[in-house]
């Protein structure tokens, strides 16, 4: 994945959110996972973080919001529920 593509999927996220998922994306080069595999992981992972900051009914959800040690499952339930109702129903499953 091109720095470019990797800086447009974190453009306006937290600090905390940038590092882990530039951490998360080495990793998974690393492990050579295709390409587009690797796009799609910190794709959903970038639009999770948009989600608990923009959209989440969860008062917890603030504190995920900036930083992701602090997500829960719930939160990704709720995400994924998200997902399917508003937004994407065909690929939320692979989120």
Request: no cysteine; aromatic share 10%.
């Amino acid at each position: 994945m091109s720095a470019e593509a990797l800086d447009k999927i974190t453009n306006g996220l937290p600090d905390t959110w940038d590092g882990y998922l530039r951490g998360r994306g080495r990793s998974l080069r690393a492990a050579n996972r295709p390409e587009t595999t690797r796009y799609n992981y910190l794709l959903a992972a970038s639009q999770l973080a948009r989600y608990l900051a923009e959209y989440s009914p969860d008062p917890e959800a603030d504190a995920a919001a900036q930083n992701p040690t602090e997500v829960t499952r719930a939160h990704i339930e709720h995400f994924q529920a998200w997902m399917i109702d508003a937004r994407y129903p065909r690929p939320a499953s692979n989120w």
